[in-house]
C-alpha cells in the first residue's frame, strides 16, 4: 500500500480562514436512529431482567460461554494474580505511573469549610465522596491500562466508598495490563461486561451489579449513546469526541518531533484530529516532509494517513500573537507550546484541556506518567470543560446554621424577596423568626 499525505495548509491571513477552520473542527456525535433505538432497547432489558440481560447480550456481542452472572465477575485474587503475569518493567511502569498520578491528584482534595459572621450565624460547605463510582474500561486489544489509572485513582482520592469496574472480555480474552492496573489503581470489584448493557447496569443496578452514583470512563458509540440516555439518574464525566491536538511552535523545535507528536493523536482513530500552527511558512514545510518520510514508519500508518488527511492541518499565522488567539478559537484537548518561552503565553491560554509547554514535554507523557489527568474535554468543550479529577468524585452541600439574631435580620430580608415573588409562606416562615414578629 501507498502512503502518502495531502494534509490541509490553511493561512489565517485567508479571507475566507474562519470558514475554512470551522470546517476543520465540525465533528458530528450524534447516534443515528438505529443506534440510538438499539440502546433504548437494550437499557429496558438490563432493567427488566437484570443480570440474566447481562449474561445473554455478553453471549451475543462478546461471544462469551457465560452460564451465570457468576462467569462475569472477577474477584480481587484475580486482579492480583495478574499483577504476577506481566513484565516486572511492565509492573514497574504502572506502579510509577499510579504513584505520580496519585501524588498530582492528592493536591485537588477539597476539605470541608465554615465560617462565623459577627452575629453568631455560622456558614460554610461540607465536601463528601460519592458512595460508589462506574468505571468503564474498553476491552480485548484496544484497551488502556493507563485509563485505568487515571479513572480510578482520583476516585480513590476523593474518598469513593467502593470503585466497580466493567470490562468487556471479547471472546473471553483478559487484558493482564488492565486487571493490574485495576489491582494498583484500587479497583474494588470488576465485571467482565461491556457495551450499553454495562452502562445500564451500573446506572440502575442489577442483583449482582451495584448502581453506581456516577460512570466514567471511554467507550464506543454504544457507550456514548448509553451514558447520554441514563445522566440524571447518574452523573457522568463527557460525552468524549475523537482525540485532538494542537501544536503551537516557533518553527525552532526539530520538525521530526513535531510530526511525531502530531501521529500521536493522528494514530487513536481515522477522526481523530492534529494541528500545527505556527508563523514560519518554512517550518510548515519542514514538518510537511518530516510527515511524508515518518509515515511509512508507522504500525498504526493507515489509521494516522486517514486521519492526516481528514482532519489534519498546518496554519500559517502572522505571529505568535495570532497563534494564540488561533489556539483559544480551537479550545484544544491537547496543546503543545513548542516555545522558547513557554511560560509568557501561558497567561493569554484560555482554554485547552492540558497545556504541554516546551519542546521537551511531548503530550505522550501527559498520556501515561506525567501525573495530570488524560481524560479531557473533547471537541471545543474545553470553553467550559475541565480534566477529569478528585472534584469530580465529590460533592458539596452549603451549611447555613442561623443564630437567633441572624434568623431575625435575614429574615426581614427574606421576607421582602419572597412577598416580591408572591411566595407568601416562604415570607412567613422567616417572618416568623424575627424577634419582634414571634407569635404572629
Known amino acids: 500500500?501507498?502512503?502518502?499525505?495531502?494534509?490541509?495548509?490553511?493561512?489565517?491571513?485567508?479571507?475566507?480562514?474562519?470558514?475554512?477552520?470551522?470546517?476543520?473542527?465540525?465533528?458530528?456525535?450524534?447516534?443515528?436512529?438505529?443506534?440510538?433505538?438499539?440502546?433504548?432497547?437494550?437499557?429496558?432489558?438490563?432493567?427488566?431482567?437484570?443480570?440474566?440481560?447481562?449474561?445473554?447480550?455478553?453471549?451475543?456481542?462478546?461471544?462469551?460461554?457465560?452460564?451465570?452472572?457468576?462467569?462475569?465477575?472477577?474477584?480481587?485474587?484475580?486482579?492480583?494474580?495478574?499483577?504476577?503475569?506481566?513484565?516486572?518493567?511492565?509492573?514497574?511502569?504502572?506502579?510509577?505511573?499510579?504513584?505520580?498520578?496519585?501524588?498530582?491528584?492528592?493536591?485537588?482534595?477539597?476539605?470541608?469549610?465554615?465560617?462565623?459572621?459577627?452575629?453568631?450565624?455560622?456558614?460554610?460547605?461540607?465536601?463528601?465522596?460519592?458512595?460508589?463510582?462506574?468505571?468503564?474500561?474498553?476491552?480485548?486489544?484496544?484497551?488502556?491500562?493507563?485509563?485505568?489509572?487515571?479513572?480510578?485513582?482520583?476516585?480513590?482520592?476523593?474518598?469513593?466508598?467502593?470503585?466497580?469496574?466493567?470490562?468487556?472480555?471479547?471472546?473471553?480474552?483478559?487484558?493482564?495490563?488492565?486487571?493490574?492496573?485495576?489491582?494498583i489503581a484500587g479497583v474494588d470489584r470488576v465485571f467482565t461486561v461491556g457495551g450499553a448493557q454495562a452502562v445500564a447496569a451500573l446506572a440502575y443496578g442489577t442483583e449482582s451489579v451495584p448502581q453506581v452514583d456516577k460512570i466514567v470512563g471511554p467507550g464506543n458509540i454504544y457507550v456514548a449513546t448509553a451514558k447520554r440516555h441514563v445522566f440524571g439518574q447518574v452523573g457522568i464525566d463527557m460525552i468524549a469526541g475523537p482525540s485532538e491536538i494542537l501544536v503551537v511552535c516557533d518553527g525552532q523545535t526539530d520538525p521530526d518531533w513535531i510530526a511525531m507528536d502530531l501521529f500521536s493523536q493522528a494514530e487513536h482513530d481515522e477522526d481523530a484530529q492534529a494541528i500545527l500552527v505556527s508563523p514560519d511558512a518554512d517550518f510548515l514545510d519542514r514538518v510537511a516532509a518530516s510527515i511524508e518520510k515518518l509515515l511509512p514508519t508507522m504500525e498504526r500508518a493507515d489509521i494516522i494517513e486517514k486521519s492526516i488527511n481528514g482532519r489534519g492541518a498546518l496554519i500559517q499565522v502572522r505571529d505568535m500573537q495570532q497563534a494564540i488567539e488561533v489556539a483559544n478559537r480551537i479550545a484544544p484537548e491537547h496543546l503543545e507550546l513548542s516555545l522558547a518561552d513557554p511560560q509568557a503565553w501561558l497567561g493569554q491560554i484560555r482554554h485547552a484541556g492540558a497545556i504541554f509547554m516546551g519542546r521537551h514535554t511531548s503530550e505522550a507523557l501527559g498520556d501515561y506518567c506525567a501525573g495530570p489527568n488524560h481524560v479531557l474535554p473533547t471537541s471545543g468543550t474545553a470553553r467550559f470543560s475541565s480534566p477529569l479529577g478528585v472534584y469530580d468524585f465529590q460533592k458539596r452541600s452549603s451549611i447555613i446554621f442561623c443564630s437567633e439574631q441572624g434568623a431575625s435580620q435575614l429574615?426581614?430580608?427574606?421576607?421582602v424577596l419572597a412577598r416580591g415573588e408572591s411566595l407568601t409562606a416562604h415570607a412567613r416562615s422567616a417572618e416568623f423568626r424575627i424577634l419582634d414578629n414571634k407569635g404572629n
Open 1 to 183: 500500500m501507498t502512503l502518502s499525505t495531502a494534509i490541509a495548509r490553511l493561512n489565517a491571513a485567508d479571507p475566507d480562514f474562519a470558514r475554512h477552520l470551522d470546517h476543520l473542527l465540525s465533528w458530528e456525535s450524534v447516534s443515528d436512529d438505529a443506534v440510538n433505538q438499539r440502546v433504548l432497547d437494550i437499557i429496558k432489558a438490563v432493567r427488566e431482567r437484570g443480570d440474566a440481560a447481562l449474561v445473554e447480550f455478553t453471549q451475543r456481542f462478546d461471544g462469551v460461554q457465560a452460564s451465570s452472572i457468576d462467569d462475569l465477575i472477577l474477584d480481587r485474587e484475580r486482579l492480583e494474580l495478574a499483577l504476577t503475569r506481566i513484565t516486572p518493567a511492565q509492573r514497574e511502569a504502572l506502579e510509577t505511573a499510579a504513584n505520580r498520578v496519585r501524588s498530582y491528584h492528592e493536591r485537588q482534595k477539597q476539605d470541608s469549610w465554615q465560617y462565623t459572621e459577627a452575629d453568631g450565624t455560622v456558614l460554610g460547605q461540607k465536601v463528601t465522596p460519592l458512595d460508589r463510582a462506574g468505571l468503564y474500561v474498553p476491552g480485548g486489544k484496544a484497551s488502556y491500562p493507563s485509563s485505568v489509572l487515571m479513572n480510578a485513582i482520583p476516585a480513590k482520592v476523593a474518598g469513593v466508598g467502593e470503585v466497580v469496574m466493567v470490562v468487556p472480555t471479547p471472546r473471553g480474552e483478559l487484558n493482564e495490563l488492565v486487571l493490574a492496573a485495576a489491582c
Open 411 to 415: 429574615g426581614h430580608t427574606a421576607s
